[in-house]
């Protein structure tokens, strides 16, 4: 059984920095593309950030050169460090993990607030 668990979400000033963690068990197949998604209250989930196997990186316009992804092949694990928080990066961070057999998971979550 896949098991996604994510770590690092909480209340920080504006400015401030977090860094979340995404680590992926239980499956005999090799992770393809990894990512981090979020939903704000009222909205809808959003790509915040992807990484392929080979390191290939994509971002939403509103966190580039503020959000770093990277994954830690060896681990099953995904980062995205966050740098200059604004209070509108506040919401729910989920990561999400797809295998090259096609298998798709999300993780429990993680809260993000950001105060002004």
């Known amino acids: 059984q896949v098991q996604l668990v994510e770590s690092g979400g909480g209340l920080v000033q504006a400015g401030g920095s977090l860094r979340l963690s995404c680590a992926a068990s239980g499956s005999r197949f090799s992770i393809n593309a990894m990512g981090w998604y979020r939903q704000a209250p009222g909205k809808q989930r959003e790509l915040v950030a992807a990484?392929?196997?080979?390191?290939?990186?994509n971002y939403a316009d509103s966190v580039k050169g503020r959000f770093t992804i990277s994954r830690d092949n060896g681990q099953n694990t995904v980062y995205l460090q966050m740098n200059s928080l604004k209070p509108e990066d506040t919401a729910v961070y989920y990561c999400n993990v797809r295998f090259y057999n096609g298998g798709f998971y999300w993780g429990q979550g993680t809260q993000v607030t950001v105060s002004s």
């Open positions: 990484i392929t196997s080979a390191g290939s990186t």
